[in-house]
């Protein structure tokens, strides 16, 4: 005598209601957290307006490291990275009403540091950043030497594996910048655009070039220089 084995629908496990179950609250939690950031950021934006002293005492605990470490790897210069830094939170402080809480903090922090950084440049008579550290030109930004101990490495030792930080300290600072607000501070592609004040598909190429010269350098690193 044979016996024949119906299985019930798909539907009718309970794992599967379980499972819509947690999706939907999935996607009710992440838009709930997505409307808390949305209201962080507003509150953020009007504690800056009123010039709230203890909204600016908790951004500068909070972004402090970050900041002085982006400064480093755009001047490779200790004390000069603790010049903007000081004048970078002037400007919060002086143009927050200009934040209007519709994007990240960090994004617009950056963009105040880098145009300091820029402008400082230009007073020197130099046409601009990128002119400055191009590899194209004649003369671009000297690396220091990796044999000794640089700020870079005393800001950020054992954060990084070290043939990490070398390399990032060799290639060109156009590239550097960009792999380092990418995967450093974990902006986006877009917001990455607006502090460098660049199309999205000029950070593409970058970020594509600067981690194929880390991967060189790293190359290079890993044998002491042989080819």
Same mark, same amino acid.
Do not use: M
């Given at each position: 005598m044979s016996t024949t084995c119906t299985f019930p629908a798909p539907h009718t496990f309970p794992v599967f209601g379980l499972l819509s179950r947690v999706a939907s609250s999935f996607s009710t939690l992440m838009a709930i957290r997505t409307t808390a950031d949305t209201s962080d950021l507003r509150a953020l934006a009007e504690g800056l307006k009123r010039r709230n002293p203890d909204v600016l &005492?908790?951004?500068?605990?909070? /972004?402090?490291?970050? @900041?002085?470490r982006y400064l480093l790897y755009l001047t490779g210069h200790r004390e000069r990275a603790e010049d903007f830094f000081q004048e970078t939170w002037i400007r919060v402080?002086?143009?927050? /009403?200009?934040? &209007?809480? +519709? %994007? +990240?903090?960090?994004?617009?922090?950056?963009?105040?540091? *880098?145009?300091l950084v820029i402008d400082w440049q230009r007073q020197r008579k130099v046409q601009s950043l990128d002119t400055l550290t191009d590899p #194209?030109?004649?003369?671009?930004?000297? =690396?220091? &030497?990796? !044999?000794?101990? %640089?700020?870079?490495? %005393?800001?950020?030792?054992?954060?990084? &594996?070290?043939?990490? *930080?070398? %390399?990032?300290? +060799?290639? #060109?600072? =156009? /590239? *550097?910048? $960009?792999? $380092?607000?990418?995967?450093?501070e974990e902006l986006q592609l877009d917001e990455i655009a607006t502090v460098m004040h660049l199309p999205v598909?000029? $950070? +593409?190429? !970058?970020?594509? !070039?600067? @981690?194929?010269a880390m991967r060189v350098a790293m190359g290079e690193t890993m044998t002491g220089g042989v080819a």
């Open positions: &005492d908790q951004l500068i605990e909070q /972004y402090q490291f970050r @900041l002085f402080l002086e143009r927050g /009403y200009q934040y &209007d809480g +519709k %994007s +990240k903090f960090e994004a617009w922090l950056f963009t105040i540091a *880098r145009n #194209a030109q004649e003369a671009p930004l000297q =690396i220091p &030497d990796t !044999r000794n101990p %640089s700020p870079l490495h %005393s800001a950020i030792s054992g954060q990084e &594996d070290s043939a990490v *930080r070398a %390399s990032l300290e +060799k290639i #060109a600072l =156009i /590239y *550097r910048e $960009v792999v $380092v607000l990418r995967f450093h598909s000029t $950070v +593409k190429t !970058r970020l594509y !070039r600067g @981690l194929e």
